[in-house]
């Protein structure tokens, strides 16, 4: 026969178990909300050049062209400066319209001979715009499943030499469930970034990065005004 502190402890674990899955529960939501589970990062990332396509999740990303030339064409820039364009063919793998400016997170790193040009003070104004073209015109959309033609678009200084080739890093993203909505979004993965000298030093958490998993080399071609 059971006694009554026995009975009593079994309920107590009863009571317990349940507790403790909806704690699980909430950790593991509240982690993809913050960004995701953190992968390990491969030891380099694949090695791509012009004409390689990149799966993304949110997004697969053909890089097509790299090209200094002057503007006023298809709605990119005036035509007495020059710009960087990095042109790609994306398509949008989700079952929602995006703004091209989703590209800014997707391609966090872009490099001209090897030096960033994402530039530190946004006033400069001189990039990235991320346009989305058409023959006559640029706007900003990109609908589910339909590939459109993105051009990163980089303003060059006056005098400023035309870089000879770029570096673009591809991050991807994962479909996860968000911990407030109770719902999935896709989310880009993120890794723990190498420990600087800097780092090393300094006590506390250190920021993670983008998951890298593909860089992508281009030529830089140049056209005549």
Do not use: C
Not at 43 to 52: I, K, M
Not at 106 to 135: E, F, H, M, W
Not at 151 to 168: D, G, M, Q, T, W
Request: proline share 9%.
């Amino acid at each position: 026969m059971t006694s009554p502190a026995a009975r009593g402890r079994r309920a107590r674990r009863m009571v317990l178990l349940p507790i403790l899955a909806v704690l699980v529960a909430g950790v593991l939501a509240a982690g993809a909300f913050l960004g995701g589970f953190h992968q390990a990062p491969p030891s380099e990332p694949e090695s791509l050049g012009r004409g390689a396509e990149v799966d993304q999740g949110r997004m697969r990303t053909k890089f097509l062209d790299a090209v200094v030339r002057a503007g006023g064409h298809d709605g990119i820039g005036v035509s007495d400066k020059r710009y960087l364009e990095i042109v790609l063919d994306v398509t949008n793998q989700s079952d929602r319209t995006i703004s091209s400016y989703t590209m800014d997170t997707a391609l966090p790193t872009v490099l001209a001979d090897g030096k960033a040009i994402k530039p530190k003070d946004p006033s400069q104004g001189l990039g990235p715009r991320y346009v989305v073209s058409a023959p006559g015109h640029a706007y900003s959309q990109l609908h589910p499943g339909v590939p459109a033609k993105v051009i990163i678009v980089f303003e060059l200084r006056e005098n400023e030499p035309a870089p000879k080739s770029v570096r673009i890093a591809a991050a991807t993203y994962e479909w996860r469930e968000t911990f407030f909505s109770q719902t999935h979004e896709w989310i880009r993965v993120m890794a723990p970034k190498p420990p600087s000298v800097q780092d090393a030093a300094e006590e506390g958490s250190h920021p993670d990065e983008p998951l890298i998993i593909a860089e992508v080399d281009m030529p830089v071609r140049s056209e005549a005004a």
